[in-house]
T-cell receptor
Framework: KQEVTQIPAALSVPEGENLVLNCSFT??????LQWFRQDPGKGLTSLLL?????REQTSGRLNASLDKSSGRSTLYIAASQPGDSATYLCAPYTGGFKTIFGAGTRLFVKA | GAVVSQHPSWVICKSGTSVKIECRSL??????MFWYRQFPKQSLMLMATSNEGSKATYEQGVEKDKFLINHASLTLSTLTVTSAHPEDSSFYICSVRPGTGSYEQYFGPGTRLTVT
């Protein structure tokens, strides 16, 4: 059974800092891994999708890496901004219908 | 990416009444849709998998007679919370995952249900 852990659970940083959010998962037989952003009271927005054959994906100030063999992924946010404040969730996909989410990292970027 | 809509975005109902939430896949045909529930400051929990033209598959602990799911077309799934109680107050989110290509998962904007 897949278990997903995200560290840290919460993070508060001043604007401009570079951040690393960590995700670890127990079942490394994944098809892909997605990083999502969730704003309070909103649905999930997909930020990055990394296929199992890839090592990293980049979108703007975001970079996600994947080490499938060790069951780890990191989301790197460069030059953080107050608008980045949200909860970030990782979701490794092992096929079938059920997606197991981590509990998320709640990020607050202070202006 | 796929676009998923939900209606309503929020609803308040009285205890004992039923409320229906719609989930639409706007730009591709979804044979399968997923319903999640999220309580405050908690992660998403899968409630059920909605299958077009057949019965939904419910996760353990989810009452199928309370949370009725109908997936009558390839673009629409509905979740009806029957005889709602205050403990059913939650954020309900639907999701689709195209069965081809990247297997990326897309989420609707969610429906906030408050039962008074």
């Amino acid at each position: 059974k897949q278990e997903v852990t995200q560290i840290p659970a919460a993070l508060s940083v001043p604007e401009g800092e570079n951040l690393v959010l960590n995700c670890s998962f127990t079942d490394s037989a994944i098809y892909n891994l997605q990083w999502f952003r969730q704003d309070p009271g909103k649905g999930l927005t997909s930020l990055l999708l990394i296929q199992s054959s890839q090592r990293e994906q980049t979108s703007g100030r975001l970079n996600a890496s994947l080490d499938k063999s060790s069951g780890r992924s990191t989301l790197y946010i460069a030059a953080s901004q107050p608008g980045d404040s949200a909860t970030y969730l990782c979701a490794p996909y092992t096929g079938g219908f059920k997606t197991i989410f981590g509990a998320g990292t709640r990020l607050f970027v202070k202006a | 990416g796929a676009v998923v809509s939900q209606h309503p975005s929020w609803v308040i109902c009285k205890s004992g009444t039923s409320v229906k939430i719609e989930c639409r896949s706007l730009d591709f045909q979804a044979t399968t849709m997923f319903w999640y529930r999220q309580f405050p400051k908690q992660s998403l929990m899968l409630m059920a998998t909605s299958n077009e033209g057949s019965k939904a598959t419910y996760e353990q602990g989810v009452e199928k007679d309370k949370f009725l799911i109908n997936h009558a077309s390839l673009t629409l799934s509905t979740l009806t919370v029957t005889s709602a109680h205050p403990e059913d107050s939650s954020f309900y989110i639907c999701s689709v995952r195209p069965g081809t290509g990247s297997y990326e998962q897309y989420f609707g904007p969610g429906t906030r249900l408050t039962v008074t």
